[in-house]
């Protein structure tokens, strides 16, 4: 599966930005999409996770300011982003993971990234 990010850029803070991830294929058996950030000299964290079920986790850094969406039909992932803060600076990247129910073999797939920036 190949992921496209795109909805990147600068904002200020307080502002809103929409992120979306395209796959190249369906995303319908792919247990967890996800979003994932790494600001410089820091390690990669997790944003925001929905399963095939549509249940959403989120870091505790961006709950209820960040909310994601999955359309399967559509094969899109979006991460919604409001209230950002300085912190939220980071190339933010789209993940697709789970585990093949035939090889039962974990599989996890990304995206290359797109960098927000949010000034102060």
């Known amino acids: 599966v190949r992921l496209v990010e795109s909805g990147g850029g600068l904002v200020q803070s307080g502002g809103s930005l929409r992120l979306s991830c395209a796959a190249s294929?369906?995303?319908?058996?792919?247990?967890?999409m996800g979003w994932y950030r790494q600001a410089p000299g820091k390690q990669r964290e997790l944003v925001a996770t929905i399963s095939r079920s549509l249940k959403a986790n989120y870091a505790d850094s961006v709950k209820g300011r960040f909310t994601i969406v999955r359309d399967n039909a559509q094969s899109m992932v979006w991460l919604q982003m409001s209230s950002l803060k300085p912190e939220d600076t980071a190339v933010y990247y789209c993940?697709?993971?789970?585990?093949?129910?035939?090889?039962?073999?974990?599989?996890?797939?990304w995206g290359q990234g797109t960098q927000v920036t949010v000034s102060s």
């Open positions: 993940a697709a993971e789970g585990t093949d129910p035939a090889s039962a073999i974990d599989y996890d797939y």
């Open positions: 294929e369906s995303i319908f058996s792919i247990d967890t």
